[in-house]
Every structure is written in structure tokens, then in C-alpha cells.
């Protein structure tokens, strides 16, 4: 009995809420972080918000208000700290990182480096460091003016295209667990377009772009969109992936998506530098415009073989630029010391430059063509009576 009683006296005590959290309609959600370049060696630091009181429309029953269901807000400082909290003190709630989803940051700001934006992000508990991380050209914060069609707000745009695959997803998780601060990031594309949804007004239309490649957490150069996607192979995100060939009948293009792909990559044993890159792939024919017997073992053989030259040339043209600015993206440097640690050991203190000179790769890639589609000739072959 006296067991139970202490029970009944400390229950209560168990269902008190904690003091020292903050209510919710006393916080600031920031839904995303824009990062510019300032005047004087300071950076500019863009804050979006999601508003509450405006995402329940007024004619639905709750309070909300006309307007966009967003806003910006920008300062700058000498550091990411020293600008937040300028925003801060504008501000009648606390800021609250816990649903920040993205950080973009200028490219002119990427060429200077990115240790003071990752530097707050690595001490700040309440951010996620699992958020996507994106280059932008010109002003970071202007992707904050794009036209969410489709979408509520305009940060939810560019993370859907890592969410998607389109673009490549590094995260500032990614960048901290590099060596040396080498990585490859997703470099955003802008343009002003007229709007058919917007009645024909100008409005700004962001898509994924080419790429950007960091060195000692600099941005020090690119890689096209076409020779980029040999960087989606050495990542292991090929999803839903479109490779274009040339049929070997009559030249004429046949495209694959490539549905299931897995790559594996092992340093050599017999050769220190030289990788193997070890890929298996199943596709299936979307599209043909050459008259090639798609029923015929030997036909779908010569197309399997093809597209897995293209495959290999883009993974190799992907390496080569990023030895060119001595830029580890694809952490080799990683399989290295984990495999070979004596050989690391000799070679880490001068990597960028053995990574220039000696690093190889042999690309091995079985890929499988598992369906044709509901035809095995062209339509037009069959000379239907359409």
C-alpha cells in the first residue's frame, strides 16, 4: 500500500510539461538559408520564413490573411552568427532551425569558401546537418523570387530536385565527413521566362544545371551537364536515369532509362592507384526512332553493349575533370585508407597531386535491357491503317 501511494504522488509530477521548451507560436521557422557574398569580406546571410497566420486561407475558417505564405529577410555580418542575429533582433519570435531543409549559396561565394557556413552548421544542435546543400549563380537569395507553380513555397523547388535525383544530392553531412573538404555539388540554373500560369508575366525559372566542384572547400570548377552524369554513376544515385545511343543499324536514337542501377567501387590489388568501378544496371526501351528489330537477343545485345561504352566514357570524362583541378570529389582518397592504409599513409600529406597524376579507373558495367516496351518494331513498319 505505501508503494501505491508514493505512486499516485508521483504521477502527476510525470505529466508536467517541460519549461524550458518555447511554444510554437512563439517561433520563427526558417524553411530554408540563402548565402551571398558582402562588401568589405562580409557575408549576407538570407533567412526564408514560412507565416502561419497566412497558410489556412481566411475563407476556409481559419484567420489566416491574403498574401504569399512566405517571406525573406537578409543581413550581413562578418560572420553567419553576427548576421542571423541582426535578423533576429527584427523579429517577435525565435528563430527555429528545425525545419531548415536547404542551404544555397552564391557561386561567388563558393569561390571564397564555405568553412564559416558549415563551421555554424557543425555547432548549431538544433540544425540538420542531413539538409541539401546547392550553388547558385549570381545572387543565392534571388531563388527565393522563383514562381512555385506546382509548390507553396520556393525552397521547396530546388530541394525537390535532389529529392529526385536530378541534380546531385550532397548534403553539408557530406561535406564534413570529406577529406580535405573535396566534393561535387548541384550547381542551380536561372533564367527569366514568361509565366503561362502567371498570365504571362516575366517570372524567374530555376532548373538543376551543371555542377560544381570543391577543393579544400572552395569552388574551383564545373562539370557540363552532359559529362556530370558520369558523376551520378560514381555516386551510386542513378534513379530513373535517361541514356540516349545510337542505334548500331542505322544510327538513329534509341533512348533507355535505366531503372535499377548499383555501383561498387574497390581500389585494384595489383595497382595502388588504379580503381575498379563495378556497376550493374537494368533499363528499359522508352523511345526508338530506328528501324532495328527489337525482338532479336543479338539486336538488344549490340544495345546493351553500346550503352554501357557511353556509360564508361561518361564516368572517365568525369574523373579527368575533376583531376584537372586536383579536386577528390568522388573520395577516392576514402576507399584508399580503408583498403590500403600503409599505402595511404605514404601518400596522404601529397594526395592532390597523386590524385592528378596517378589515379586511374577500370570501368566494368553490365547493364540490362529487361523490356522493349508493348512493340518490338516500329509502328510505322508494320504500315497500320491508322
Not at 527584427?90 to 563558393?110: Q, V
Not at 561535406?175 to 503561362?196: C, P, Q, R, W, Y
Not at 599513409?345 to 590524385?355: D, L
Amino acid at each position: 500500500m505505501k508503494r501505491l501511494k508514493w505512486l499516485i504522488l508521483l504521477f502527476p509530477l510525470l505529466l508536467t510539461g517541460c519549461w524550458s521548451q518555447l511554444e510554437l507560436n512563439e517561433r520563427a521557422f526558417v524553411a530554408g538559408i540563402y548565402v551571398d557574398k558582402a562588401a568589405n569580406g562580409n557575408m549576407e546571410i538570407s533567412l526564408s520564413f514560412t507565416l502561419p497566420n497566412r497558410l489556412v486561407p481566411g475563407d476556409l475558417g481559419g484567420a489566416g490573411s491574403t498574401g504569399k505564405p512566405y517571406t525573406i529577410l537578409s543581413a550581413t555580418g562578418k560572420s553567419f552568427t553576427e548576421a542571423y542575429k541582426k535578423i533576429q533582433a527584427t523579429l517577435t519570435r525565435n528563430i527555429s532551425w528545425g525545419h531548415t531543409r536547404i542551404i544555397i549559396i552564391s557561386e561567388e561565394m563558393a569561390r571564397d569558401g564555405i568553412k564559416d557556413v558549415l563551421e555554424f552548421v557543425v555547432r548549431e544542435p538544433s540544425l540538420n546537418i542531413n539538409q541539401a546543400l546547392l550553388i547558385a549563380p549570381g545572387k543565392a537569395k534571388d531563388i527565393e523570387k522563383l514562381t512555385p507553380i506546382f509548390e507553396r513555397f520556393p525552397s521547396s523547388i530546388p530541394i525537390s530536385f535532389t529529392q529526385r535525383k536530378v541534380t546531385v544530392d550532397t548534403t553539408t553531412k557530406d561535406f564534413l565527413e570529406a577529406n580535405s573538404g573535396d566534393m561535387i555539388v548541384g550547381l542551380l540554373s536561372k533564367k527569366t521566362m514568361k509565366m503561362l500560369s502567371e498570365g504571362g508575366k516575366e517570372g524567374l525559372f530555376v532548373s538543376p544545371g551543371e555542377m560544381a566542384l570543391f577543393h579544400h572547400y572552395k569552388m574551383v570548377g564545373k562539370l557540363d551537364t552532359k559529362v556530370g552524369r558520369g558523376a551520378f554513376w560514381l555516386r551510386n544515385l542513378i534513379k530513373g536515369a535517361e541514356v540516349t545511343i545510337n542505334s548500331p543499324k542505322d544510327q538513329h536514337l534509341i533512348s533507355l532509362l535505366v531503372m535499377n542501377a548499383h555501383s561498387k567501387i574497390r581500389p585494384s590489388k595489383n595497382e595502388p592507384f588504379t580503381f575498379n568501378v563495378d556497376i550493374k544496371a537494368e533499363g528499359n526501351i522508352s523511345e526508338s526512332h530506328s528501324n532495328i528489330n527489337l525482338s532479336n537477343e543479338k539486336n538488344i545485345a549490340q544495345l546493351e553493349q553500346t550503352a554501357e561504352k557511353q556509360i564508361r566514357n561518361r564516368i572517365k570524362a568525369a574523373l579527368k575533370a575533376s583531376q584537372e583541378e586536383k579536386a577528390d570529389v568522388f573520395q577516392f582518397s576514402e576507399y584508399l585508407s580503408w583498403h590500403k592504409p600503409k599505402i595511404w599513409k605514404k601518400v596522404k600529406n601529397n594526395w592532390p597531386e597523386v590524385y592528378r597524376e596517378k589515379v586511374k579507373l577500370n570501368v566494368h558495367v553490365d547493364l540490362k535491357i529487361k523490356r522493349s516496351g508493348s512493340e518490338n518494331d516500329p509502328f510505322w513498319i508494320k504500315g497500320r491503317n491508322l
